[in-house]
């Protein structure tokens, strides 16, 4: 605690010298969301590295998120606490293979979840999040939609949707591994509970939820509603915001293994010493960064 009280102090310190913001994704670490200007899911975070006036953006999440705003702040200084923080969803979708399903495709729009790296980005016509891919799919022209990487939020929108989705076939490790069974035997124990769910679980898990939402959402959900006791869907981190805004309701996570182990490299020791030493910074090539732009600004359009 001691240790964590100096470090706090030190970070306050270089955050003025330095005119940083730190933005901290819900799944991180309780240190670090205690200490962020900005908590939010991938689609608020985006937006406010797209508008800050400070120099220094401190992008406390996984890799992708750290490029998206660096491609939404070109002139903005973007660090993160350990370039070793990525996302394994994000890699399972690579520009070869998506050119040759464009190519089998060609009248179909590309949307991208936003979790995918700025290659990939700058080969696509428009980004989502899980807070808007329903209507950031209504949104395009035409008919057919090419859908990378995400199989069970593109499953979740196909069900949402008139479009004809042609669905990549990645998935995230931590959401993909919560079964049918980890949630009924947690009703089971608590029947009054209502199960919340993320849109990147598997299709029969998400279709078990009193509620369906990206991590926002589900905070929202759950703050606003009457029940007292929720099962959690989603990764663990959001436990942090779910307690502070409701301190009198039971949130049980449906499974021990909802930890992403990728956002928890990232802790505020690290957090620190990037602010001290300004590295590792994100680096995106211009020409990448500014073709992957115009799908991101095109996604903050969208209502
Ligand atoms: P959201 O932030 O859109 O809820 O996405 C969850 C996620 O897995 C981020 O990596
Ligand atoms: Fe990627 Fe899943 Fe971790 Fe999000 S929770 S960073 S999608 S692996």
Not at 258 to 286: A, D, F, G, R, S
Request: glycine share 4%; proline share 4%.
């Amino acid at each position: 605690a001691e240790q964590n009280r100096e470090l706090r102090e030190r970070l306050m310190q270089l955050k003025k010298e330095r005119n940083a913001i730190i933005l901290a994704h819900y799944y991180q670490r309780d240190e670090i969301q205690e200490v962020a200007d900005f908590r939010g899911d991938s689609f608020l975070l985006a937006q406010k590295a797209a508008q800050t006036d400070a120099d220094v953006i401190v992008f406390c999440g996984v890799h992708f998120m750290g490029e998206s705003a660096k491609i939404l702040a070109p002139n903005k200084t973007v660090i993160i606490p350990d370039e070793r923080a990525g996302c394994p969803m994000a890699d399972m979708v690579n520009v070869d293979g998506l050119r040759k399903l464009k190519a089998q495709h060609p009248n179909a729009t590309v949307v991208t979840y936003i979790n995918s790296s700025a290659e990939i980005k700058a080969e696509t016509d428009i980004c989502c999040t899980s807070a808007n891919a329903v209507n950031v799919v209504n949104s395009v022209e035409g008919q057919d939609v090419i859908w990378v990487p995400d199989k069970n939020l593109g499953h979740y929108v196909q069900q949402k949707t008139d479009k004809n989705m042609i669905i990549w076939e990645g998935y995230c490790n931590t959401h993909d591994m919560l079964t049918v069974k980890d949630v009924e035997e947690m009703k089971a124990k608590h029947p009054n509970a209502q199960f919340v769910v993320h849109p990147e679980c598997r299709p029969e898990v998400v279709e078990l939820g009193d509620f369906v939402g990206s991590t926002t959402a589900i905070i929202k959900y759950c703050k606003e509603s009457d029940c007292k006791e929720f099962i959690v869907g989603t990764e663990d981190g959001t436990g942090y915001q779910l307690r502070l805004d409701s301190p009198d309701k039971t949130f049980l996570f449906a499974s021990k293994y909802l930890v992403c182990p990728n956002m928890k490299v990232n802790n505020l020791k690290k957090l620190v010493k990037c602010l001290e030493t300004m590295q590792p910074q994100i680096y995106v090539p211009p020409h990448v960064a500014d073709q992957a732009r115009l799908s991101l600004e095109r996604m903050l359009l969208v209502k």
